[in-house]
């Protein structure tokens, strides 16, 4: 992580956006721990959806205070905080201004798909806060360090399940006798998923412009908890959701096993998606930044190792079970989504391998070890949270309080 700037070289600079979250925290981490100097910006509005809704992490998180204070008594290095919105300027120019950074990810967003079909307002919520965000470090970046590399977390849900292979980010067409690449369409079905498109166009916009530097991480879904890092002490554990808002697929349905919930396959369960463990999250973000995009360049990596159908996860975690003498059963749910439940679905994810990605693939001992953590916290384990309760259809324009 050493950079050459004149005859010293000094430590890359990375501002992570988000740092407080799942995938955030354990990057932070991870770049901590390799040298990077590391500052997080983060609003805490995550913990504050758990408090409007009623939720909590399946595994004790301590203040994003305590957890730098215990990272530096671990390991001596400073992590840089910064508590604001990235949606208000001033405070991001400030950031930006007084930390300097050399590459900023991007992971502070509104994430949740069903959380973004609540109601309007939630709807709303989530473009504004996601595209406004965007846009704004964006400016920062023009303005205040026209070299800075975006590094910026989008998904696999941005292309939908189209009925022919999925490439990372652009596709080339033959149209009546003439040939071009452009970028893959994008279907996306959720106002979440929906905003992730948006911010798409508007970094590729910006780096064509401005000659903005930027990489899209399509990410798909992340599973894991625990990362080197994190489990070097209680304080510094990440989270780990399984309610059914914020709760996403795999790791529901360990802790659905784990308390002995029948796994919750919405419909017919062949919705099949790109997912990876935690641990290939950090790496991948860590490869992008260690190999940055050049000036005016819009790149687009596919973030994810491996495809499963819902059904072939619940289907694994049943046989996980069965070794550690749990009973898994599983059930159908009525679809509370909109989206095609029997496709086609063969995604490209080649570029991070080819920048040196070296995978975790999802195995036995992974399982055991995810279920076991679930079995360990199942006491903190709410019930009532695990049906999912947002309807793609029945959203409406009336404020929604979800009560479980
Ligand atoms: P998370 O909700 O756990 O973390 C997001 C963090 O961003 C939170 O700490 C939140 O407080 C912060 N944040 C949100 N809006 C902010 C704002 N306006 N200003 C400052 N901070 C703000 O989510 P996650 O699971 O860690 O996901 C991180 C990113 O990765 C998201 O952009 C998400 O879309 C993407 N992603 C996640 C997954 C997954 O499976 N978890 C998969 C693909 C992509
Ligand atoms: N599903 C079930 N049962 C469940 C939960 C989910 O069948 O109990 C199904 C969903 O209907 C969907 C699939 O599993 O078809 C994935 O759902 P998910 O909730 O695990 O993931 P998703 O809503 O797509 O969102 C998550 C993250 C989001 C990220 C996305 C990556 O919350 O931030 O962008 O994964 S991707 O799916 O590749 O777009």
Redesign the pocket.
């Not at 405070?91 to 079909?117: C, I, N, W």
């Given at each position: 992580s050493e950079q050459t700037s004149g005859q010293k070289s000094r430590p890359t600079r990375v501002m992570v956006?988000?740092g407080?979250?799942?995938?955030?925290w354990a990057t932070s981490l991870h770049l901590s721990n390799k040298n990077y100097e590391v500052a997080i910006?983060?609003?805490?509005?995550?913990?504050n959806f758990d408090h409007q809704l009623g939720l909590d992490s399946l595994t004790p998180i301590s203040s994003i205070h305590d957890r730098i204070r215990r990272w530096r008594s671990l390991t001596q290095k400073d992590i840089n905080l910064y508590i604001?919105?990235?949606?208000d300027f001033e405070f991001l120019a400030e950031a930006f201004t007084s930390f300097k950074p050399d590459a900023v990810v991007h992971?502070?967003?509104?994430?949740s798909a069903p959380y973004s079909m609540i109601d309007r307002s939630r709807a709303i919520y989530t473009q504004q806060?996601n595209v406004l965000?965007t846009l704004n470090v964006l400016f920062a970046i023009k303005e205040f360090g026209e070299d800075c590399h975006l590094v910026k977390?989008g998904?696999m849900g941005e292309y939908g399940t189209p009925n022919i292979d999925i490439e990372e980010g652009y596709i080339t067409i033959t149209h009546n006798g003439r040939t071009d690449t452009l970028p893959y369409p994008k279907q996306a079905s959720s106002f979440y998923h929906l905003s992730?498109v948006h911010d798409s166009n508007n970094i590729a916009f910006t780096c064509k412009a401005w000659g903005i530097r930027a990489t899209d991480l399509n990410?798909?879904?992340?599973y894991g908890v625990r990362t080197d890092e994190t489990e070097m002490h209680e304080e510094l554990y990440n989270?780990f959701d399984y309610d059914g808002v914020f709760g996403?697929a795999l790791n529901r349905f360990c802790v659905q096993a784990a308390v002995g919930h029948p796994l919750t396959v919405y419909g017919k369960g062949g919705q099949t998606r790109g997912y990876l463990d935690i641990r290939d999250t950090v790496q991948c973000v860590e490869l992008a930044i260690a190999n940055p995009a050049n000036r005016g360049e819009f790149r687009v990596f596919n973030q994810f190792t491996e495809q499963f159908s819902v059904n072939q996860l619940a289907s694994l975690v049943t046989k996980a079970g069965e070794k550690l003498g749990i009973e898994v059963q599983t059930i159908s749910v009525p679809n509370p989504r909109v989206e095609a439940e029997e496709h086609y679905y063969n995604a490209k994810h080649t570029k991070l391998i080819e920048l040196g990605l070296e995978p975790h693939l999802l195995s036995d001992s992974l399982l055991d070890s995810l279920l076991n953590v679930a079995v360990q916290f199942k006491d903190r384990v709410d019930t009532k949270q695990i049906m999912p309760s947002v309807s793609w259809r029945k959203i409406g324009a009336k404020p929604k309080t979800v009560s479980a």
């Amino acid at each position: 992580s050493e950079q050459t700037s004149g005859q010293k070289s000094r430590p890359t600079r990375v501002m992570v956006i988000g740092g407080d979250g799942y995938c955030g925290w354990a990057t932070s981490l991870h770049l901590s721990n390799k040298n990077y100097e590391v500052a997080i910006v983060d609003n805490l509005v995550r913990r504050n959806f758990d408090h409007q809704l009623g939720l909590d992490s399946l595994t004790p998180i301590s203040s994003i205070h305590d957890r730098i204070r215990r990272w530096r008594s671990l390991t001596q290095k400073d992590i840089n905080l910064y508590i604001g919105d990235v949606c208000d300027f001033e405070f991001l120019a400030e950031a930006f201004t007084s930390f300097k950074p050399d590459a900023v990810v991007h992971f502070g967003e509104q994430r949740s798909a069903p959380y973004s079909m609540i109601d309007r307002s939630r709807a709303i919520y989530t473009q504004q806060n996601n595209v406004l965000g965007t846009l704004n470090v964006l400016f920062a970046i023009k303005e205040f360090g026209e070299d800075c590399h975006l590094v910026k977390l989008g998904t696999m849900g941005e292309y939908g399940t189209p009925n022919i292979d999925i490439e990372e980010g652009y596709i080339t067409i033959t149209h009546n006798g003439r040939t071009d690449t452009l970028p893959y369409p994008k279907q996306a079905s959720s106002f979440y998923h929906l905003s992730k498109v948006h911010d798409s166009n508007n970094i590729a916009f910006t780096c064509k412009a401005w000659g903005i530097r930027a990489t899209d991480l399509n990410q798909g879904v992340v599973y894991g908890v625990r990362t080197d890092e994190t489990e070097m002490h209680e304080e510094l554990y990440n989270r780990f959701d399984y309610d059914g808002v914020f709760g996403t697929a795999l790791n529901r349905f360990c802790v659905q096993a784990a308390v002995g919930h029948p796994l919750t396959v919405y419909g017919k369960g062949g919705q099949t998606r790109g997912y990876l463990d935690i641990r290939d999250t950090v790496q991948c973000v860590e490869l992008a930044i260690a190999n940055p995009a050049n000036r005016g360049e819009f790149r687009v990596f596919n973030q994810f190792t491996e495809q499963f159908s819902v059904n072939q996860l619940a289907s694994l975690v049943t046989k996980a079970g069965e070794k550690l003498g749990i009973e898994v059963q599983t059930i159908s749910v009525p679809n509370p989504r909109v989206e095609a439940e029997e496709h086609y679905y063969n995604a490209k994810h080649t570029k991070l391998i080819e920048l040196g990605l070296e995978p975790h693939l999802l195995s036995d001992s992974l399982l055991d070890s995810l279920l076991n953590v679930a079995v360990q916290f199942k006491d903190r384990v709410d019930t009532k949270q695990i049906m999912p309760s947002v309807s793609w259809r029945k959203i409406g324009a009336k404020p929604k309080t979800v009560s479980a």
